[in-house]
Structures are given as structure tokens and as C-alpha cells.
């Protein structure tokens, strides 16, 4: 499966953005994971939805303020961010691992988009 992110973008603290994840074929056997990666850190699990067993996951530092979902019919992932912060700055991924729960660790997964950046000024 193909992936491709989109809706990234520069916004204040306190505002929120939407990403997308757009599958090129059906979702319904994928957990589809959303991470990030901040300029020198390592790639960091934000958020994960998967259609297998209907679980979810999110990081502790973004719980309460991002919202995972995912529309089966449009092969389509979203990942509602509210009130951003400075430090959610990154570039956002998304990933797929076939017929799975949700995994925290980015080594599960097999295909990945190339990524949209997301900058939060304070």
C-alpha cells in the first residue's frame, strides 16, 4: 500500500491542524500509525488506528489533544491535532502494518509516506 500525507502546515500555539493519511488500495486489514520526527531526534509514535481489532494508541504527549480516525470508504486516516504546541513541530509520517494491532515502535511497519511538515510557533 501506498501512503500519502497532506494537510501539514505552520500555525500558532494554540491552534489545530488535520492531517491526512490516502492509502492507494483498502485499509481494512492495516493498523495505520501516525509519527513524527523533529529535526536531531528520533522518529516518535504519536498516534495509531487499526481496523484489524478496532484498537488505538497515543503517545502520552499528545492524549487529550489529538484525535485519530479513519474512514475505510475513502481509504483515508486522519489525525485531528488540537491546541498545538511548540514542541509538536515536526515532520509528520504516516506508516501501515499489515494485519495488526496498533505497535508503538516504527520498525513494525513496512510502508510509509513521505511526510508533511507541521510547524507550531509560539
Known amino acids: 500500500v501506498q501512503l500519502v500525507e497532506s494537510g501539514g502546515g505552520l500555525v500558532q500555539a494554540g491552534e489545530s491542524l488535520r492531517l491526512s493519511c490516502a492509502a492507494s488500495?483498502?485499509?481494512?486489514?492495516?493498523?495505520i500509525g501516525w509519527f513524527r520526527q523533529a529535526p536531531g531526534k528520533e522518529r516518535e509514535g504519536v498516534s495509531c488506528?487499526?481496523?484489524?481489532?478496532?484498537?488505538?494508541y497515543y503517545a502520552d504527549s499528545v492524549k487529550g489533544r489529538f484525535t485519530i480516525s479513519s474512514d475505510n470508504a475513502k481509504n483515508t486516516v486522519y489525525l485531528q491535532m488540537n491546541s498545538l504546541k511548540p514542541e509538536d513541530t515536526a515532520v509528520y509520517y504516516c506508516?501501515?502494518?499489515?494485519?495488526?494491532?496498533?505497535?508503538?515502535?516504527?520498525?513494525?511497519?513496512?510502508?510509509w509516506g513521505r511526510g508533511t511538515q507541521v510547524t507550531v510557533s509560539s
Open positions: 506508516a501501515a502494518l499489515y494485519g495488526s494491532s496498533c505497535q508503538q515502535l516504527a520498525g513494525y511497519y513496512g510502508s
Open positions: 488500495s483498502a485499509i481494512d486489514d492495516y493498523a
Open positions: 488506528i487499526s481496523s484489524s481489532d478496532g484498537s488505538t
